[in-house]
């Protein structure tokens, strides 16, 4: 009862619940929208070799999301919303790019190695085939917790956390394209995704006469 009451003086926390949205539409795309009919490549993707290790940061993004969704809920409403509208504005324009321009990969080889990680990576790619990639949510969604971290009142003027947030962020960021699930081309449209959303929500508060503000040193403190 006290989380029922809790939600009714929060209200603003209801937001969240857009991922159902989102994830219905996410998997109706992979299971019934149309095949693949642009590879996504880059000569990058051939310098790259496939490291399983890397499994480990690509997982580290089921815990980090969340984490700090659920932080910024309890915690700072402005940083929840923000982060809400630049994350799921990303990735429903990512779904809408992978229905007008329905694309995939051909990165994936066979994994020789019978190693944990080796079975991890085989378990991942039985669940998530190599279609609708471009721009990466993995990648839009993991920058937009980042960007949040830098404007948050908690966070924002903690270098080490916000150097800590940026190396997770790019670590994770590697971690798609060194186990073969993105291409560099996914990961940079990924990046600029959020970036450019952070940036238009920056212009439109600083137009309604509100302070907010990030600048490059902050970003990569």
Known sequence: MKIVQWIKTHRYCLTGLYLFVFLAGFFMLQNF??????????????????????VFLYFLWYFWVPFFMFYFMIREKRAYME????????????????LIWPNGLMLREEIGSETMCAEIIRFLRNIDPPRNVCPSIHVSS????????????????KRKIRALSLAVTVGISLSTVFIKQHSV??????WLLS??????????????????????EEFFG
């Open 185 to 190: 081309i996914d990961v940079f449209w990924g």
């Open 142 to 157: 993991t920058v937009a917790i980042h960007l949040a971290v830098c404007h948050s009142e908690a966070f924002g003027k």
């Open 33 to 54: 929208g149309p095949e693949p009919r642009w590879i996504v490549y880059s000569v990058i993707d051939g310098w790259i070799p496939f490291n399983e290790w890397f």
């Open 195 to 216: 970036l450019g959303l952070d940036m238009l929500l920056i212009y439109s508060v600083n137009r309604a006469g509100k302070k907010f503000k990030i600048g490059v």
């Open 83 to 98: 982060l809400c509208l630049v994350m799921f504005a990303g990735a429903t324009i990512c779904l809408l790019i992978y």
